[in-house]
């Protein structure tokens, strides 16, 4: 039996931190996270040490919205359109390039450490290397109008397990899976129903992929984010989950959410699979755990805060979040 | 030719937009179908030298929802509450906006932005009734608002145009928006479109041609002014008057009809409704329609501030400084006041949606063209935004800077009955470091 189980899911910590933590990376074996904040900086800490002490890396012009852990380095990415390179060790900032000419939303990291991909509104993926810093690739693919003539956004991106395949994900909910070694566009998989566009009452959108994750075995893609909104002038639909088996382009899952209203702001399965952990919020947040082999949910709840991204450690066990004016540590241990 | 005077009667001392068109276009009578050529003349630089010296225009964009300061006007970089995105140096030395607000930063020459703005109304109706009136509704009497009184006073009593035309297309906060002409009359009731930007009902029926209207109308008059001779009424007047506004009106359909306009020009205001009802706000204003509210609804950004704003101030930017730039080619900015205001703004607060709620407390409007003193800056907020730290103003006093800047006494008084109502609340004055 597994000695992990989500309905034994609880708080065991709760750090305060003045502003929004947008983003959050784990040391690996380690509780010290780093967490893009609304303050322009980075924040590292040992979040389960008895008074956490912060440093802060200041060096973006604007809201950091990614943080990523490849190799040595942690790298940050901004609405400045900003990558930066930081030495975890010298807490030293080593690269800052200007790598998008909008605003950069999400970033991931191939397991080896090699490369990092970064998603801006510029509705580019570039595929950096990260040794060197030099640009990879280019991938192209989302428009960047809506069909309503406005600008679109490119929120979400995830790398696959074994390291082959990113997924990207858009305003419209249109999501691509590429090629990382060649930049090829193996599939494309519409989420519409992620985005509200009101013709009548309001005459704009909300919405969005939010969210990318790959299956162990690299064979499922889910996408998170939220379903269509009667009144978008808040986040009122229904958290969103769609499961895709990506080379077949077939829909294997669908979560249309029942109780918790808002984005789907972080998606990632266990370690084996065991579930799909989802976790995100409205003016409030919450977390969620499906079992994919059911096709049910087994366990939600409300999050201390607005949950904009979370880590899961090495087991699965521990998930550590960055969201609205805190960090929180759940855990599945029994013990 | 006459202009009504503040007590309903009729000055000669205004020069009307009949008898400037009937000056240089030798017509007579109203206009009809034919002479909307008007348009194209009015394109020549005599006819626009003309039209700029003796008529001015506004045109109000009416952000409905309650537009960020924040992410327009007045951006706060690097501050708690001050959002993601960064300031932008304009063409105006020491003056940044909001990033999302490119174009417009290239074009500072022509605004002023009013950074102090303290209403006090966090409600959506309470907000926009203020601003539309420029002072606290009454109960006992029916108040004007801005537009109405512009065409009170800007409009001119036998106009083949509509003297107050306003969009509002989004039905939320409709209600709001839908102004008012009040103690004035129905007279000074804005023609107001909803769900199509061409008026309903100004087409000729189907078998009925302009010919045949024409004749009808002659038939019309000729009868009329038999029964005239000898009679003594100002209902009879009255009665002629409603007549010749009508036809005139009909005549203004193509007006609202952008299909003819180039390619070039469509694309300076864009394709989104709002750019299409901003291209038909220029012809109206170019034809005479001395009022025109385009209200771009919804801002209440509640939740995803920043998304909202992303689309919504993106837009803004590209319509405005489209509407600007074509205005200035027309030789029309110099007698065009364009406004941009809101219910209110929108709180420095960031919530956990992040989204920013209803603040009224220290907001943003702008001023652009027609007798302002462009590049400039009135008023200050706090480094937050959360509270006015210079030069605290009411909706009263941009009222007043409105009058002002068109040549308008804005302490004018109306009469309903033996009460003088001044077209701004006593005592409050116009911000002269506006004014040009």
Request: hydrophobic share 40%; proline share 4%.
């Amino acid at each position: 039996m597994n000695a992990l189980d989500p309905n034994k899911l609880k708080v065991v910590k709760e750090v305060g931190r003045p502003g929004v933590l947008l983003a959050v990376a784990q040391q690996p074996a380690s509780s010290r996270l780093f967490f893009g904040a609304s303050d322009f900086k980075v924040h590292d800490f040992d979040v389960m040490a008895e008074k956490p002490e912060p440093v802060e890396y200041a060096g973006h012009e604007s809201y950091v919205t990614g943080v990523v852990l490849a190799g040595k380095y942690m790298i940050s990415g901004g609405y400045d359109g900003r990558l930066i390179w930081w030495d975890t060790e010298t807490k030293q900032q080593v690269r800052s390039i200007l790598a998008h000419s909008r605003w950069i939303r999400d970033l991931a990291a191939t397991p080896n450490g090699k490369h990092v991909v970064s998603v801006a509104d510029d509705m580019v993926c570039r595929i950096w290397d990260v040794a060197s810093g030099k640009l990879v690739r280019d991938l192209l693919g989302h428009d960047s109008r809506t069909p309503n003539h406005f600008p679109s956004m490119l929120y979400a991106c995830a790398i696959s397990p074994d390291g082959r395949y990113i997924a990207t994900g858009d305003r419209v909910g249109k999501n691509i899976v590429w090629d990382l070694a060649n930049g090829r566009r193996l599939a494309t998989l519409e989420t519409p129903i992620m985005y509200t566009w009101d013709p009548k009452a309001r005459i704009h959108s909300i919405g969005g992929v939010r969210s990318l994750a790959f299956s162990s075995d690299s064979s499922l893609l889910a996408v998170g984010g939220m379903g269509q909104v009667g009144n978008i002038d808040h986040l009122g639909g229904l958290a969103r989950v769609e499961v895709f088996n990506w080379q077949k382009a077939e829909r294997t899952h669908e979560f249309a959410g029942d109780e918790y209203n808002g984005l789907v702001e972080r998606l990632a399965f266990a370690p084996k699979d065991q579930w799909l952990l989802a976790a995100g919020g409205d003016n409030a947040g919450f977390i969620k755990f499906f079992d994919l082999s059911a096709s049910k949910l087994i366990k939600q709840d409300k999050a201390p805060m607005h949950v904009h991204d979370f880590v899961l450690n090495e087991n699965g066990g521990t998930i550590y979040a960055a969201g609205h004016g805190k960090a929180v540590v759940w855990s599945l241990d029994a013990a | 030719m006459t202009r009504r005077n503040s007590s309903g009667g009729l000055s000669d001392q205004a020069i009307s937009r009949r008898s400037f068109l009937g000056s240089t276009l030798a017509t007579t009578a109203v206009l009809t179908a034919a002479d909307m050529t008007v348009l194209d003349a009015l394109q020549s630089p005599a006819m626009a030298e003309e039209l700029k010296r003796k008529d001015k225009r506004v045109i109000v964009f009416w952000l409905a929802g309650g537009a960020s300061q924040l992410e327009t006007w007045d951006p706060k970089p690097g501050r708690p509450t001050g959002g993601p995105y960064r300031a932008i140096q304009t063409n105006v030395p020491g003056i940044q906006i909001s990033e999302l607000m490119p174009k417009m930063s290239q074009r500072l020459q022509h605004t002023s932005i009013i950074r102090s703005l303290n209403t006090k109304i966090g409600d959506h109706g309470g907000g926009a009734t203020l601003m539309h009136l420029g002072r606290r509704d009454e109960s006992a009497l029916k108040l004007p608002d801005l537009g109405a009184m512009i065409a009170r006073e800007m409009g001119q009593i036998d106009s083949a145009v509509p003297d107050y035309v306003a969009f509002y297309t989004a039905t939320e906060g409709r209600g709001g928006g839908t102004g008012q002409s009040g103690f004035l009359g129905a007279r000074y009731a804005p023609m107001f479109l909803t769900t199509e930007s061409k008026p309903a009902d100004l087409s000729l029926p189907p078998g009925i041609g302009e010919i045949d209207h024409q004749t009808r109308a002659d038939l019309r008059q000729l009868l009329s002014n038999r029964f005239s001779e000898g009679r003594k009424s100002s209902s009879l007047g009255s009665h002629n008057e409603a007549y010749a506004r009508v036809r005139g009106l009909m005549s203004s359909e193509q007006l609202f009809d952008i299909s003819g306009e180039p390619q070039s020009i469509r694309d300076q205001y864009g394709p989104t409704l709002f750019g299409e009802q901003t291209l038909v706000a220029r012809r109206l204003i170019e034809a005479g329609t001395p009022f025109v509210k385009v209200s771009r609804a919804w801002w209440d950004s509640h939740g995803q501030n920043f998304e909202t704003h992303l689309e919504l101030v993106t837009e803004l930017d590209h319509v405005m400084s489209g509407l600007l730039d074509d205005l200035e080619q027309r030789g029309l900015l110099d007698n065009t006041l364009v406004i941009t205001m809101s219910e209110f703004g929108r709180t420095p607060n960031i919530n956990a949606s992040l989204g920013r709620d209803h603040f009224a407390s220290a907001w943003s409007v702008s001023l652009t063209g027609c007798g302002i003193k462009g590049g400039s800056v009135y008023g200050k907020s706090d480094e937050d935004g959360q509270t006015v730290a210079d030069g605290e103003i009411g909706a009263a006093q941009v009222f007043a800077t409105i009058f002002h800047a068109l040549g308008i006494d804005h302490e004018k008084e109306y009469y309903v009955g033996v009460r003088p109502v001044p077209l701004t609340d006593p005592g409050t004055e116009p911000l002269k470091e506006v004014i040009a």
